[in-house]
Every structure is written in C-alpha cells, then in structure tokens.
C-alpha cells in the first residue's frame, strides 16, 4: 500500500478505475494507452492493474475516426453533431493476454514486431535505422518507437523519410521520431550523418544496418565502388566505425546487421584460399546482380561477427540477423523477373 500511495494510486477502490491525472486513449489500430497528465507521460499498461487492452469490435453506427493536426485520434458522432476523444468502445474492451507457446519456440514466422516488443519500455533508449522510411525498417521503426525509444530514421531520401515519420506520429502523436539524410552510396555522406547525429550530443543504444539494394544495374558509386557492395556492406561498416565510440559510452548497446540466408551460396576467396578484393567490387564484366548481392550478405556476418569478438568486451554486442525467406518487400523493384518472381511466392512469405 505504501508503494501505492507513493505513486498517487491509492485514491481509488476498483483495479479497473483510473487514478486523478490519468485518461485513456486509443491509438488507430484499437490498442488502449494511457495518460498521465501530471506527469505528461503515457504507458501502455494500465496504472493500476498492469493489463495492456484494446478496443473490440467496430464503432457504433453513425461514428467515424478522425486524426486532429497533432495526430490524435478522435471520434466524430454524426448522429448527434458532437466530437469526441474517447472512444465509443472503451466500454468493450478486451484484456490483451495472448496464449503463452506450448512449443520450444517462443516467437514464429507468424510472430509480429509489436509481439515481440510487448511488455518492454523503451523509453530513454535512442535507435538509428537505416533505410527506415519503408519495408522491414519502417516496420521496426514504428515498433520501436511506439514503445517509447528515441528513433533516428536514416534514409537516402529525406523527403521519404518525413512521411514516414508522419505515419509513425499517426500511431501516437508523442512518438520521438525523426528523419535524418544517409546516403551509403556517399563516404561523405556517412560522414556527414555522423557528425550530425553526434552533434545532437545524444546516446546510442541500438543501430539497425537494414538498408540494402537488391540486383541494381552494374554502377560505381561516386566513390568509385560497385554499387551493392558499398550500400549493403562497406557504407555500414564505415557508418559504425564513425559511431564507435558513442556506443561504448551508451552501454550496453548493441548493433543489428540484417544479412540474409543467401550469403551461403557465394563466396570471397580465390582458388588459393585468401580473400579477392576483386569480387567484392567487381568490374562491370565480372558482375553478376545476385551473387554481388549475396557476397555483400556475407560481408555482413563476417563483420558483425568479428565487431562482437571486438566490442562485447566494451558492453557493445553485434548480431546479424536473417529476416525471413523471399520476404515481399520493394528490395525486387530493378528487375521485372524479380517482381514477378516475388509476387507469386507472396502467398508463402512473411508480411511486413
């Protein structure tokens, strides 16, 4: 009860009954949130009980949700001329208490990013993504964010990036997100990026290398490198070499490089067993788009192998990470063959 009492929840008898200074929300997809006016936070679990719920079923007849300037969720009764933000449906909620897995395995192909973030507070955690405006990124983003982290959208486009940092603030307009200019095909980029990120004076906590291209056309980058290997590879490694030494003084922190199975059927040695630079940014004669896009895929793992046996021992780990099978994403859009190939595997992948 003193616990209780120290936190301003003992002025109500139900487990269900909010305390002075709370209100509860929804966001557009229907989950409950709560806030607290005192202390202008919000949380997803309720202040007394600690149940995370959403709202069940459609609105009423007559009812319609709208998004304010702000980006709040509100709700417009038409048959009685009045607007509101609380939900119709509040009264019909539904405790979110999913089935704990009877299997070895806790989370599937089947498991989404909100799933797998349930239950974690975020807050003060601050992330950079790369290649976050879309696809597996802004998917992460979003997730990450809605559960409280600080998120740096790092996008070649910043354009692309504000919108979707504006579809992210639909979801919860207090969401800290924000959209910052990374092009990998540019060294001077990279480093552009870092001294601006560093120049926030902030922590980092976590970095997602998920940007990558998938079978371009044979170019050189204006750094004279071939185009895959230096976006999906080498524009990483130097972006995290620039950020070392913000994530030793943010540990624990970690990196995520997200690879792909297919660096199994590639290789980076010569006939002798020693590494040919050559295949790593080959000449137009030499380049084929798909094993350039595998060999950069190993390139990945090699690096975040080698960057945990470095850093761990600094409070810094690395993993890289195979995000699912012929995952339907707009990685295929250079080749019409690939568009077609990804979109009759659909009915078999994964969804964003």
Known sequence: MAALKYAGLEDTDSEEELPPGWEERTTKDGWVYYANHLEEKTQWEHPKSGKR??????????????????????????????????????????????????????????????????????????????????GIGFETAKSLALHGACVILACRSLARGNDAVQRILGEWHKAKVEAMTLDLASLQSVQHFAEAFKSKNLPLHILICNAAVFSPPWSLTEDGLESTFQVNHLGHFYLVQLLEDVLRQSSPARVVVVSSESHRFTEIKDSSGKL?????????????????????????????????????????????????????????????????????????????
């Open 53 to 134: 719920k959403r709202v069940a079923g459609d609105l009423p007849y007559g009812w319609e949700q709208e998004t304010d300037e702000n980006g709040q969720v509100y709700f417009v009764d038409h048959i009685n001329k009045r607007t509101t933000y609380l939900d119709p449906r509040l009264a019909f909620t539904v405790e979110d208490n999913p089935v704990k897995p009877t299997t070895r395995q806790k989370y599937d192909g089947n498991s989404t990013a909100m799933e797998i973030l349930q239950g974690r507070d975020l807050s003060g955690k601050v992330v950079i993504i790369t290649g976050a405006n879309s």
């Open 276 to 352: 040919d630079f050559s295949l790593l940014s080959p000449s137009k004669k030499e380049y084929w788009a798909m094993l350039a896009y595998n060999r950069s895929k190993l390139c990945n793992i090699l690096f975040s192998n080698e960057l945990n046996r470095r850093l761990s021992p600094h409070g810094v780990t690395s993993n890289s990470v195979h995000p699912g099978n012929m995952m339907y994403s707009s990685l295929h859009r250079n080749w019409w063959v690939y568009t077609l190939l990804f979109t009759l595997a659909r009915p078999f992948t994964k969804s964003m």
